[in-house]
């Protein structure tokens, strides 16, 4: 088992930044790829970002693409989002999810389905 716990959401003003973390405990998560998702009322959860388990390959939701960095730090066994100029459509709660263990393709890492443990979320509000 593995549980996750997201930190560092909050309210912030259009062009702003937050760094999301997820701190994972229960076993390594050193083989996993590791995710985040998120879901604004009314709508179905989405791809965020996603990160091999080494580290070697990334993947962005256009949308967030050029704006948001995914990393991982396997010694401490979290995973980070860097959010930079952060806009209201942004706003939703984010969900750090690890799954797609030992791939780096495209299809694996991005698809909800592969990811077997969730976090219980941070919510993210970004005013205009």
């Known amino acids: 088992q593995v549980q996750l716990v997201e930190s560092g959401g909050g309210l912030v003003q259009a062009g702003g930044s937050l760094r999301l973390s997820c701190a994972a405990s229960?076993?390594?998560?050193?083989?996993?790829?590791m995710g985040w998702f998120r879901q604004a009322p009314g709508k179905e959860r989405e791809f965020v970002a996603a990160?091999?388990?080494?580290?070697?390959?990334?993947y962005y939701a256009d949308s967030v693409k050029g704006r948001f960095t995914i990393s991982r730090d396997n010694a401490k066994n979290t995973v980070y989002l860097q959010m930079n100029s952060l806009k209201p459509e942004d706003t939703a709660g984010y969900y750090c999810?690890?799954?797609?263990?030992?791939?780096?393709?495209?299809?694996?890492?991005?698809?909800?389905?592969?990811?077997?443990?969730w976090g219980q979320g941070t919510q993210v509000t970004i005013s205009s």
């Open positions: 990160i091999s388990w080494n580290g070697g390959t990334t």
């Open positions: 229960g076993r390594t998560i050193s083989r996993f790829g």
């Open positions: 999810t690890a799954g797609a263990v030992l791939t780096s393709t495209y299809n694996e890492l991005t698809d909800r389905s592969q990811y077997v443990y």
